[in-house]
């Protein structure tokens, strides 16, 4: 296997003209867990695209809780987009090579739309803490323009962030091999390639991390530490009501972080093999992003049967 690739010079920095995405090493008969991979996308797909119909053309979803909804089913089809066609056709199809310069623009996506999943989350629990612990200011509180800002500030700010963790990548020097240790253009992978210092890459990549998993997990746990409170004070029979509409919430966050902070625990505390790695890391970019739409699309159904049985009696 090729280990270098032709190499473009400039004043300053040694930039390679492409990366090889190395992905699997010694799986037999790997090809059919992309071939699972392409029905995970087809699903995707199709949930994702008749949940964002459903909730565009029914008015009566035409609400805060469901806008974030669709913002998720939104995030979960760019993200799907943007990562599963292209390890299919890089692995499926042995294209491994990928432009230098596509390949920090693959990495700019991944991660915008890995850090919408995780920040759509918070914004869910949110609208969960704010309907459960102040219900009768919530429809005060929880409105169309609010939500929207939310949104927009999170594209905005994470934006931002991946730009400069993207951007720095150009100051580094890439001298030896372009091999990439993942299934992706991924971010400690590639930087870990260069030949000159990389320690603002690493704060940098610590920084990303604590803005996609940690901060949104804390604050997610404090909201349901306080819904918890909240629901210790009123009666059993609206307690449970209440439990019940945070159970699918409570799901799409385990799904995605679940995986993603194993994973992490694991290769500091001892060795994960890159297999392991890979596997994990596309069910965790994937798997949650065709459960979403199942787990909201029977929230909606279950919703839609309730209006039209109060529209009726």
Partial sequence: MPIKAAIIFNATFVRPAKFYLNGFSNIPHVKYYYVFLCFVYIMTVVGNCFLLSVIYLVKTLHTPKYMIVFNLALT?????????????DTFLFDRRYIVYEACLSYM???????????WTLVTMAYDRFIAICFPLRYHSIVTNPAIAAMLLFSWFCLSSVMAVMVGLINRLSFCGSVVVQSFYCDHSPVYRLACNDTSINTVMAWIVFIILVCIPVILISLTYVSISIALAKIASAER????????SHLMLVAIFFLPVLGTNITSVSSYIHPNARIINSTLTHTIPALLNPIIYSLKTEEKLRKEKYDLFF
Avoid: H, R
């Fill in 76 to 88: 979960d089809l760019c993200g799907s987009t943007t990562l599963i066609p292209k390890v299919l």
């Fill in 108 to 118: 700019f996506f991944v991660f915008i739309f890995a850090g919408m999943q995780s």
């Fill in 240 to 247: 449970l009501k209440a439990m019940k509409t945070c159970t």
